[in-house]
């Protein structure tokens, strides 16, 4: 038996405080890629409160893997032109995920990365090119300290509200969850080690009782014990960070076995991808491989039901897109964190989580007393619930601390601790991914539709979460034991304004695990419109309670109705377009207006639950809150504007009205520091005012005056916590004097409240003037000596040795040396940059040589010299900043030169005929080519161009890639021409290398060369059909098979070739008539002949006598002796009407009813036709006859989901008895009361059953 893992593991390596160091000015840095490109682990950690944005001016090149793309080729590519693609674009491939036809590549040196998109992206093979997004962590602020599980079972016990939690207690009286059910974290991995998580990880036997270092389940993982490690390329999924292991606990750590925290599955097989590394960032090619993994394993009968993906951010990858599409073809659900910018998602899209796809649950997190989590992304239309994120305990993972500050340890203070406190959505998630798995333990009959469903219907809206998501906040107990608990929600829709376009209309209707129809848009103008779920564009699952349809409006309108049994929304409802509302000031004059949108004026605005603080009030007319504060507290309030449609939205706001004034009474440090170095900074902050403040943060600046401000320069920032009344507090902070600073004269200052985070009765009093502080380099880097070849190639690589030194007395840290080509001998960065060389640090006094392989330039040639220039790139401030290049020798660059020394072939041929070619290629030139395209050609003379002359122009037949030559070398290339088939007389063969001028040459104008002449005589073949035949009678929409047999009865074998089976009204076989299916056929020699099937597909809406027939060479590829002897008749065959056919065969209601009252009916339905149904509706109906009739009373309907051929349901369906009626009626329903099914006999839907007696209450 082997583990591999437990062999390998590298605990020790990971800590210490070089690494914290390096970690936490890392996690700075990524923090400003969130806007444009970055996904991030959604947990927020103490010490990083600023929150930057980087927009695409920025550095684009750390928000994805450099050199590498993303392209997805359209569906029927073929390798071969897939291949040739990334040779033409110099790219080389590193992997394809092969189910999803993407390829994972690295493009060519020197490129940057939006060339190669848009290199790929003209290409016609190609769907989509992107970059491989940066996916990594953001980092938030978090005060409070709360170690119990409240999220499970909350009676108050750490300070919050009752009952604000998901009600794990009671649902775990129905279930703790299966061994046989198993969720994927997709994350920074797990600590497989961890006592309470152990005993529910999946574990791959086949790997862990075979050999070591084999794949012994075949599966292209080598030892995939507990999942694998997609960053690395390898099998150790060891969490090295901690928030995978955080997340795997809340999902499904070990319950009732005595120690530690319970998971909300006591219960489940938790399996491990590792994308993510130990510093909280990875890619999204390892994003789209964990998925890949996870699907391979459902779909080779592993009980995978979820994803847990508590990361986010960045742009929108059409990429990962497709790969959480395929997970719902495998039903696989895709849980995903909301984010926590505290933002709208319904506004700013937020990635994965913002992806439109119905496999897809987005969470977002919740507070101890059932509040949005202040950090918390929401969406009333695309965040689908709520779940504990605040404070969250759970596991550690060994000797990781995700905050990096020793304060989250369960125990606190225990460095050793197995538990850790943590927050943000990151944490919300797993307790949805660990209710669905709870879901499908308590029936594991459940599919993705109806687990996610039974989440919806089980959520809680409670008043303070209200309107933040679709369902609320989630409840494990009423999802499991879930009885008529409908929800409706208008999910898409459109304005007035789009009249004439297209759009699409959705919404969720459901009740418990199930879809609820039927569904129905009235337009204000009256139109109604039927929305389906049906699997059919636009809607994208079947069963998924996503009512969906296509309209175009045809005229303005005001405003839709939705509505459903489930319920009833008129949109567009109104919008609140104000997110925050500002602090107040004790006594002081507030005034504030929210903005609204959208809906139909006037609007009415309310106070919908909470209070406003004392001396404020809402004008309901204008939406302005105002008035002076009378005390001092914050208050939480939900305020509702409705319209004159009585359409309405509710939000959730705060105030908190203070009285505060942070003041800096004292700072000093030292008075001289070098640059790189870390000063102590001594300082006292003070309130005085008259109320308490928040947490708020101090920071150290240095300013080339006395006046400090926030446009200074900022070296360190410290948490300073709360303070009180009349309160001070001293800090000590470490900084960093900038490596890049300019030496001189600065004064150290301090600023309280940064960022502003606190409201203050005098805003301009918060900074103070330090000591001044003189600030030197000790680092003076320079070249002393640059050496390489005197001459090469174009394009040759060649090595450049430079040696560099420090000649100060400090220490460097890490920068690159660069090399140049320069027209003289001064280098300077304005000349062409050829390649970068990394020192990671070199001591006051010592040098270092460093070695460079770099190609030159393909498109350089001459004489250059060669020189080197030291920290290029400005990242070591020098004492001396102008002795930093140094040229060396001369360089003479050449040139390829491309020639044909001879080109051969066959003297005679015929029209359509495959002939070999031999061409001998040369590189005469003093330098190496790339690779080349060899293109072949006919001529009328001896001159060729590979264009049109006027004579009917050079005719290209064939073409080879040559992989490069060097200098002097020469190849022979045999390549295979086609003659065109309607081709006679005599030609040239020619040949011209690099035609699409890849290389560049010394010589452009002697690539061609022209040999033998060629002699084409007409085509020798002569394809006929000998005969044909299929069945006499056949069904609309059916696959007949029908036998033909081809000759060639010419004197010469022909090439392959498509034969097309046809229908036709006559007895004479065209191209014209109905194509019904082909084959193709090899190659046929001189009087052979061959029997082939064509399984031709009847149309299905054909019927009556037509002539079966068919045709040789449909597509009329081989040239032929006579090209009028191709057709063939066959016999007549009689086609009858096709299409599916819904018809009831039996009612069953009851014998008696009063009017007003609700009945019960059963009804059977059935397809009888020969071709599959999309669903539609029953309808049901009471008659004064025993036929239904359009003064039939329809009392009810109900919805049928598609049915396949001879296939036949059982429907309960309820109708309501009119009050007014009274008497003897029938029974009877309609199939497909909306017609929306096409039917080969559409007069049949109707069936009456048993009479009923209807008497007045």
């Not at 759009?503 to 848009?521: F, K, M, Q, R, W």
């Not at 001293?730 to 600023?751: K, S």
Request: proline share 4%; with cysteine.
């Amino acid at each position: 038996m082997k583990n591999p893992i437990l062999e390998t593991r590298k605990g020790g390596e990971i800590m210490g405080a070089e690494r914290k160091g390096k970690r936490s000015v890392f996690i700075r840095c990524l923090v400003s890629l969130l806007t444009f490109t970055a996904w991030i682990l959604i947990f927020f950690a103490q010490g990083h409160a600023q929150n930057f944005k980087l927009g695409n001016q920025g550095h684009p090149e750390e928000s994805y893997k450099k050199g590498e793309l993303l392209i997805k080729f359209k569906s029927g590519v073929l390798k071969e032109i897939q291949d040739k693609i990334h040779i033409r674009h110099g790219s080389e491939k590193i992997k394809k995920f092969q189910s999803l036809n993407i390829h994972h590549i690295k493009v060519k040196k020197n490129m940057s990365i939006e060339e190669a998109i848009v290199l790929y992206q003209v290409e016609p093979e190609i769907e989509y090119a992107e970059p491989n997004y940066l996916l990594t962590i953001v980092a938030f602020p978090n005060d409070a300290y709360f170690p119990y599980l409240w999220g499970l079972s909350n009676a108050g016990q750490t300070g919050g509200t009752p009952g604000a939690d998901i009600d794990a207690s009671r649902a775990w009286d129905i279930s703790i969850g299966s061994h046989d059910v198993v969720v994927g974290v997709i994350d920074t991995g797990v600590d497989y080690f961890h006592p309470d998580l152990q005993e529910n990880l999946w574990t791959n036997l086949a790997e862990y009782q075979g050999t070591a270092g084999g794949d012994d389940d075949s599966n292209g993982y080598m030892d995939d014990i507990y999942g694998i490690n997609a960053y690395e390329d390898g099998f150790d999924v060891m969490d090295d960070h901690g928030h995978g292991t955080h997340v795997a606990g809340t999902i499904g750590a070990a319950g009732n076995n005595g120690i530690g925290v319970a998971g909300v599955n006591w219960r489940v097989r938790i399996v491990s991808c590792k994308f993510l590394n130990r510093d909280g960032y990875g890619y999204t090619d390892g994003a789209v491989e964990c998925l890949e993994y996870m699907r391979m394993l459902k779909d080779g009968g592993v009980n995978l039901v979820a994803t847990n993906n508590s990361w986010g951010g960045g742009g929108y990858s059409q990429t990962l897109y497709d790969a959480i599409d395929a997970q719902r073809r495998s039903g696989i659900l895709f849980i995903a964190a909301a984010g926590n910018d505290n933002i709208d998602n319904d506004q700013f899209d937020f990635y994965p989580a913002s992806y439109s796809l119905p496999n897809l649950l987005s969470v977002a997190a919740t507070d101890l007393n059932d509040r949005k989590a202040w950090f918390s992304n929401y969406g009333r239309k695309t965040v689908h619930v709520g779940a504990p994120g605040m404070d969250i305990v759970s596991l550690r993972a060994s000797e990781t601390d995700m905050y990096g500050d020793g304060q989250h340890f369960i125990p606190s203070g225990d460095p050793g601790a197995q538990y850790y406190r943590a927050s943000g959505t990151s944490m919300a998630t797993p307790h949805v991914t660990g209710l669905a798995a709870l879901i499908k333990s308590h029936n594991l009959n459940n599919d993705w539709q109806g687990i996610k469903n039974l989440i919806l219907s089980g959520a809680e809206e409670s008043i303070n979460f209200y309107g933040t998501t679709i369902a609320g906040r989630i409840n494990a107990y009423e999802s499991l034991t879930c009885a008529n608990r409908p929800l409706f929600f208008a999910l898409k829709y459109t304005d007035a304004s789009q009249v004439g376009e297209v759009t699409t209309l959705a919404a969720l209707s459901i009740n418990c695990g199930s879809p609820l129809g039927p569904v129905t848009v009235t337009v204000s103008s009256g139109e109604v419109i039927a929305l389906m779920d049906d699997g059919i564009a636009p809607d994208l699952a079947e069963r998924d309670g996503i009512f969906s349809a296509s309209w175009i409006p045809s005229a303005p309108f005001s405003f839709l109705t939705f509505s459903s049994p489930a319920g009833r929304e008129i949109v567009p409802a109104p919008s609140i377009l104000t997110n925050l509302l500002p602090s107040g000031l004790l006594n002081t004059a507030y005034s504030q207006t929210l903005a609204v949108s959208g809906g139909t004026p006037p609007y009415t605005w309310s106070v919908h639950s909470g209070s406003l603080p004392g001396g404020l009030n809402l004008n309901g007319a204008t939406g302005e809150i105002s008035g002076i504060p009378s005390a001092t507290g914050a208050w939480s309030f939900t305020l509702k504007v409705a319209d004159s449609q009585d359409a309405f939205v509710t939000k959730p706001f705060s105030i908190t009205v203070k009285d505060i004034d942070l003041v800096m009474t004292s700072i000093s440090g030292p008075a001289a520091g070098s640059l790189g170095q870390q000063i102590a900074i001594t300082t006292t902050v003070k309130n005085q005012g008259s109320g308490s403040s928040a947490g708020f943060y101090v920071s150290v600046y240095l300013s080339v005056d006395s006046a400090i401000n926030t446009n200074d320069l900022a070296i360190g920032t410290k948490y300073a916590g709360s303070l009180g009344t009349g309160e001070q507090r001293a800090l000590t902070i470490y900084a960093t004097i900038p490596a890049t600073l300019a030496p001189g004269a600065y004064y150290l200052g301090v600023i309280a409240d940064t960022g502003n985070r606190v409201a203050e009765l005098n805003e301009g009093n918060n900074s103070l003037a330090g000591n001044p502080i003189s600030i030197i380099s000790e680092v003076d880097l320079i070249i002393t000596s640059v050496s390489a070849p005197s001459s090469a190639g174009m394009g040759q690589q060649i090595t450049v040795t430079s040696t560099v030194k420090n000649q100060g007395s400090g220490n460097a840290g890490e920068f690159y040396v660069t090399l140049y080509l320069s027209m003289d001998s001064t280098i300077t960065s304005d000349d062409i940059e050829i390649r970068s060389g990394h020192v990671s640090s070199l001591e006051g006094g010592g040098q270092k040589t460093v070695t460079i392989d770099v190609p030159l330039p393909v498109s350089l040639s001459g004489t250059y010299y060669i020189g080197t220039i030291a920290d290029g790139r400005g990242a070591v401030a020098e004492s001396n900043e102008n002795n930093n290049a140094l040229a060396g020798n001369l360089i003479s660059i050449t040139r390829a030169d491309l020639i044909f020394t001879s080109v051969s072939g066959p003297l005679n041929a015929n029209a359509g005929q495959q002939i070999a070619i031999s061409a001998t290629v040369r590189n005469q030139g003093g330098g190496g080519s790339g690779g080349f395209y060899i293109t072949l050609y006919l001529s009328t003379d001896s001159t060729i161009t590979g264009w049109d002359d006027g004579g009917g122009g050079d005719i290209a037949i064939g073409q080879a890639y040559v992989n490069g030559l060097a200098s002097g070398a020469e190849q022979v290339v045999i390549v295979n021409g086609t003659i065109p088939v309607n081709l006679t007389g005599s030609y040239y063969l020619g040949a011209i290398a690099d035609g699409e001028k890849i290389v560049p040459e010394s010589n452009e104008n002697n690539n061609a060369l022209h040999g033998n002449q060629i002699v084409i005589a007409g085509g020798c073949s002569d394809l006929v059909i000998a005969s044909v035949s299929g069945p006499t009678n056949g069904n609309a929409g059916q696959q007949v098979p029908v036998s033909v047999t081809v000759k060639n009865q010419g004197s010469c074998g022909s090439s392959g070739f498509y034969l097309t089976a046809y229908l036709s009204m006559d007895t004479v076989i065209t191209p014209n008539d109905v194509s019904i299916g082909y084959v193709y056929v090899g190659p046929l020699p001189a009087g052979g002949q061959q029997s082939v099937t064509v399984n031709g597909a009847l149309p299905s809406t054909f019927g009556g006598t037509y002539y079966l027939g068919a045709i040789a060479d449909s597509s009329n590829g081989v040239a032929e002796v006579s090209e009028g002897n191709n057709a063939f008749l066959g016999n007549p065959i009689l086609i009858t009407g096709g299409g599916p056919d819904l018809v009831i065969t039996s009612i069953t209601g009851p014998g008696t009813a009063i009017a007003g009252q609700q009945i019960e009916v059963t009804v059977i339905v059935k397809n009888r036709g020969n071709a599959n149904s999309r669903s539609f509706y029953i309808s049901l109906h009471l008659s004064s006859g025993a036929e239904l009739t359009s003064n039939s009373v329809q009392i009810g309907s109900g919805y049928c989901s598609s049915m396949g051929i001879g296939s036949e349901k059982i429907r309960t369906l309820y109708g309501t008895v009119p009050a007014n009626l009274a008497g003897t009626y029938y029974i009877g329903a309609i199939a497909d009361s909306n017609k929306v099914v096409t039917e080969s006999n559409e007069n049949n839907n109707s069936f009456v059953g048993n009479q009923i007696s209807i008497t007045q209450p």
